[in-house]
């Protein structure tokens, strides 16, 4: 089993929070496609090949920097991570419906010949779980927590041992 870094848990939660903010702001009456959801996530993402915007975007990665092998290296990375990235998105939709904070209706077949993309709804319990910060800033409150609770702690261990060090030694040197 592999061991998660603290650098890329941070990042799972802030993806997490990502994706109920995009259905939040972009959707329409809090829903957004499937589509639309992985276009918003990721700057260059499938649909996007084929249609002539992405011609726009190449040039507008070779635009920002001066350096036109990294450029070229961070877009063939892009290209790359498009399938991971998809795997990712699909195992976060299904935890945050587990969660009860999403509603994602999987491609729905209209007919035969028609298969409607996925919808993701936001509820009410995704729009209060944002409002409060989402996992980012429940992960970060319970970090103050716990820093808060050890230093109560070695406060409190500080002073049972100073009430028993204190008067001990003034006993020792009153005598």
Same mark, same amino acid.
């Given at each position: 089993?592999?061991?998660?870094?603290?650098?890329?848990?941070?990042?799972?939660?802030?993806?997490?929070?990502?994706?109920?903010?995009?259905?939040?702001?972009?959707? %329409?009456?809090?829903?957004?496609?499937?589509?639309?959801?992985?276009?918003?996530?990721?700057?260059? %993402?499938?649909?996007?090949?084929?249609?002539?915007?992405?011609?726009?975007?190449?040039?507008?990665?070779?635009?920002?920097?001066?350096?036109?092998?990294?450029?070229?290296?961070? *877009?063939?990375?892009?290209?790359?991570?498009?399938?991971? %990235?998809?795997?990712?998105?699909?195992?976060? *939709?299904?935890?945050?419906?587990?969660?009860?904070?999403?509603?994602?209706?999987?491609?729905?077949?209209?007919?035969?010949?028609?298969?409607?993309?996925?919808?993701?709804?936001?509820?009410?319990?995704?729009?209060?779980?944002?409002?409060?910060?989402?996992?980012? /800033?429940?992960?970060?409150?319970?970090?103050?927590? %716990?820093?808060?609770?050890?230093?109560?702690?070695?406060?409190?261990?500080?002073?049972?041992?100073? /009430?028993?060090?204190?008067?001990?030694?003034?006993? *020792?040197?009153?005598?």
């Amino acid at each position: 089993m592999k061991k998660i870094n603290y650098f890329e848990f941070e990042n799972n939660i802030k993806f997490l929070d990502e994706i109920l903010r995009i259905c939040l702001q972009e959707g %329409d009456n809090y829903q957004i496609s499937t589509p639309d959801l992985e276009a918003s996530l990721n700057d260059i %993402d499938l649909n996007s090949l084929v249609k002539k915007d992405i011609f726009k975007r190449i040039k507008s990665v070779f635009k920002k920097n001066n350096n036109k092998v990294s450029e070229v290296n961070i *877009l063939e990375l892009q290209l790359r991570n498009l399938y991971q %990235d998809k795997a990712r998105l699909y195992n976060a *939709l299904n935890f945050l419906e587990e969660e009860k904070l999403i509603l994602h209706n999987s491609n729905i077949k209209i007919n035969i010949n028609i298969v409607s993309p996925g919808i993701v709804t936001l509820t009410f319990k995704g729009i209060i779980k944002l409002s409060r910060g989402g996992f980012y /800033g429940d992960h970060i409150r319970q970090k103050r927590k %716990d820093l808060l609770q050890s230093f109560f702690w070695l406060v409190a261990v500080l002073t049972f041992l100073a /009430g028993i060090i204190v008067p001990f030694l003034s006993k *020792l040197y009153t005598i």
